[in-house]
């Protein structure tokens, strides 16, 4: 099992900027694409954004165009989300999860994403 390391929560103010990141220390990492997942108290477990990891494409959530940008960075075997404008609604624990398994060429949100990190707690304020 991949083990995912998310980074860079906090508490912030409505329109503030954050970025997430998360990596594995896994050497010969490999997945067909990796993902942010956030889930608020009594809500939901909602895609956030993904991304493709050997090839090209990304995805991001109706909740949050425009406003959150999913990258990568092979070499550093990382994701980030660089989250701007940021809104109370977004307060949530935000997850980092691979796909592993499954055939590679399923849909960003239709992918089984079987590797999760422990989360990050991100809380915006007014």
């Known amino acids: 099992q991949v083990q995912l390391v998310e980074s860079g929560g906090g508490v912030v103010q409505a329109g503030d900027s954050l970025r997430l990141s998360c990596s594995t220390s896994?050497?010969?990492?490999?997945?067909?694409?990796m993902a942010w997942f956030r889930q608020a108290p009594g809500k939901e477990r909602e895609f956030v954004a993904a991304?493709?990891?050997?090839?090209?494409?990304?995805r991001t959530g109706d909740s949050v165009k425009g406003r959150f940008t999913i990258s990568k960075d092979k070499n550093k075997n990382a994701i980030y989300l660089q989250m701007n404008s940021l809104k109370p609604e977004d307060t949530a624990v935000y997850y980092c999860?691979?796909?592993?398994?499954?055939?590679?060429?399923?849909?960003?949100?239709?992918?089984?994403?079987?590797?999760w990190g422990q989360g990050t707690q991100v809380t915006v304020s007014l």
């Open positions: 896994e050497r010969t990492f490999s997945a067909h694409a």
């Open positions: 999860a691979a796909a592993t398994i499954g055939p590679w060429n399923s849909s960003l949100t239709d992918f089984k994403y079987n590797c």
């Open positions: 991304v493709r990891w050997s090839r090209v494409g990304s």
